[in-house]
């Protein structure tokens, strides 16, 4: 089930982080454990969940370009994930060919806005500012040289999304790590940030979370306790509480019966409770 996405603090931090690595044309690294938020918080700063599809499909021109352009125009962001054991070439191809598109959208709104005039068409990748590289893993050192490479003829800033542990690989490659400018910390959610995030939950559910109340307080630590603030369990368990939220006894179960799990879903973690979570 696909949550709207909730600004947190992280994401902010990321977002002051991205901007940082942007504006020194350097080259950043993202590390944190799987599931925090590190690649919803990337595609959000790059618009490219609305850029990606456009992007892609590249068809004749219609009515909603502008909207496209000025999404381009504000980001000015390449998000890219690699393939596993990615070809070297392919790889560079990949990477030209979203920033060449991306930079053409970008040129289009500075045409429309009027801070491009005339009809040369320029090298539009000079638009483009920063690339986004998620799970970084995968490069092997040969791709992070020609990523090395790329930077220093184009001063196109990078910045490299990983699990943690990454930062330290990459002082097996001087060259790189020499131009590293920034590292950054994604962490999971506070206890604060966690009540937000579920309060949001009760509410488009058409509930009240009350922490003082003894059950919710019961619930709001059972699910502290099993996601530990990791955003990817907590939206794993939504339609689990949805679903036990919204159970309704039929004439051929008994009133007592729990709604059935599937094979895959986690086990009750608070029995009685009028707000259930599950653990893994």
Known sequence: MTQAFIITKEHRRFTEFANAVRAEQTIGICHGDAGVGKTNSARRYANWDALEPYLDTWGPRSDDDAKHYALANRARTVFYTPEVLPRHRELVRDIDHWVSRLGVCIEEHQRAIGKVTGTHVGDATRWVELLIVDEAERLTPTALEMLRDRYDRTQLAIILIGMPGIDQRFRHYPQLYSRLGFSHRYRA???????????????????????????????????????????????????????????????????????????????PAIEGSQYAATDR
């Open 189 to 267: 959610l506070g206890r604060d940030e966690l009540l937000f995030v579920l309060d949001r939950h009760w509410k488009h559910l058409g509930r009240t979370l009350n922490p003082d109340d003894f059950t919710d307080a019961q619930a709001v630590a059972a699910i502290e306790r099993i996601t530990r603030g990791n955003f990817r369990l907590l939206e794993r368990l939504f339609p689990q509480i949805n679903r036990v939220l919204n159970w309704r006894p039929s004439p051929t179960t008994s009133s007592k019966q729990p709604p059935a799990r599937s094979s895959s879903a986690p086990k």
